[in-house]
């Protein structure tokens, strides 16, 4: 059977550098933090009082008000950005068959939000009295269930949950549902706002977090010695995938070529990436083989990057061994020093970073890099892009997600050509 070919036509992104992919970019190009002291709640006893929220959004600008108050932030996130998409892919304003258009999108978390505010109301006097929609807001898989709603798109419809590897094996999915035929286009990526009290306090639980609350604009500092946690970030973040025919037929926009997918697992650990990075090294190379490139192929990688001790040097040291003198070839960086981490939207944010370095010919840099870390597996010859972007011609890029349980997903996006 001959695999159909995977191709970009439509982006959106709601972040905590702006509300719109554009504004996103702009902060991601310029080097600029998205982290500041958390609104959603009073944490002034947490040990961690920051985050990388979303700013100024107004569910009334996506759907009736009443409608909003059927779903949880992190649908509501995920709605806007596949709007975006979208309408960025003018696949709406052409003849397709919706039984063809899919619906695949991640959260690693879903309604946090929603299931803390009905486990507080609940009171054992007046028994079990709970909205009606709280289970419909809560689960993970409604944010994909709106979006296949709002457009009538009757394709495959899922969400997959992974946690920080989620909207990775969203894009995984999506790519291979169309490949092999299944579907003409899908909507892909995910979104998450588990900025929360019990967000929060579970992962500072943990230690996961970086507590540096009097800076929390350079809390997030991959690849730095004195790093100590990532810092939660919200928000969405979308791709329209569409088969490359059916693409060129209707006249669509092509931002770029999905050349192949990679998953594995670390079989290690519930929390920690395995320390020689095995787990890494075997996703990376099997997106190699399933895009059929050699690693020398690859210019830029967005690693998963998280800013904590142990995760920065197994993932540079996965690289070294995959690349080889490649490694000291590419550049890498970490836009999670600016986004902070944004679980199981992460993957697609960060591949829309990587598509959007290929079709701008620019790097974001990983920021707040001050010092050196004596960790010898973190190699200062390679090119970290710090502080700075930097100008570059992509041909192909790969992004990196690992997450909780030791699931790891990378993908791998190339320059379009017919």
């Not at 006097?125 to 009606?132: I, K, L």
Request: proline share 4%.
């Amino acid at each position: 059977m001959e695999l159909k070919r995977v191709v970009v036509t439509g982006l959106g992104a709601i972040t905590p550098l702006g509300n719109t992919l554009s504004e996103t970019w702009e902060g991601l190009i310029n080097g600029k933090s998205g982290a500041g002291p958390i609104t959603h709640f009073d944490a002034s006893n947490f040990k961690t009082q920051f985050a990388c929220e979303v700013k100024g959004f107004d569910p009334k600008e996506i759907m009736d008000r009443k409608e909003a108050r059927k779903c949880d932030r992190y649908t509501l996130l995920g709605i806007t950005a596949a709007k975006e998409a979208i309408a960025d892919s003018n696949i709406e304003n052409s003849t397709v068959n919706k039984d063809r258009v899919g619906v695949i999108f991640a959260s690693g978390i879903g309604g946090i939000q929603t299931f803390e505010d009905e486990a507080r109301g609940y009171n054992e006097e007046r028994g079990p009295r709970f909205n009606p929609f709280f289970i419909p807001k809560m689960i993970s898989d409604i944010a994909a269930g709106h979006i296949s709603m709002m457009y009538g798109y009757r394709g495959p419809n899922f969400t997959t949950v992974s946690a920080c590897a989620s909207s990775t094996n969203a894009i995984s999915d999506a790519f291979n549902y169309i490949r092999l035929g299944k579907a003409d286009a899908i909507i892909t990526g995910g979104s998450e706002a588990a900025i929360a009290i019990v967000g929060v306090g579970g992962f500072n639980a943990m230690n996961a977090l970086s507590i540096r609350n009097d800076s929390p604009e350079t809390a997030s500092r991959p690849f730095s010695a004195s790093r100590d946690g990532f810092v939660m970030g919200e928000g969405g973040a979308c791709l329209v995938l569409e088969e490359m025919d059916h693409a060129l037929a209707r006249g669509a926009k092509i931002y770029a070529e999905v050349a192949g997918t990679g998953m594995s697992a670390d079989a290690y650990h519930l929390t920690a990436s395995h320390p020689d990075g095995l787990g890494a090294k075997l996703v990376m190379r099997n997106a190699l083989e399933d895009a059929g490139m050699k690693p020398e192929e690859i210019d830029y990688i967005n690693v998963h990057g998280t800013s904590t001790p142990v995760g920065d040097p197994s993932e540079v040291k996965a690289i070294k061994e995959v690349f080889g003198e490649h490694a000291y070839n590419l550049n890498i960086s970490s836009t999670k020093s600016m986004t902070g981490h944004l679980l199981g939207a992460a993957g697609a944010l960060e591949m829309i970073a990587c598509v959007m370095a290929i079709q701008e010919g620019i790097i974001p840099p990983t920021i707040n890099h001050e010092e050196g870390d004596d960790d010898p597996d973190i190699d200062y010859k390679m090119n970290f892009t710090f502080n700075k972007a930097q100008k570059r011609e992509i041909n192909a890029a790969l992004s990196n997600t690992f997450g909780f349980g030791g699931h790891n997903a990378c993908a791998i996006v190339k320059k379009f050509v017919k």
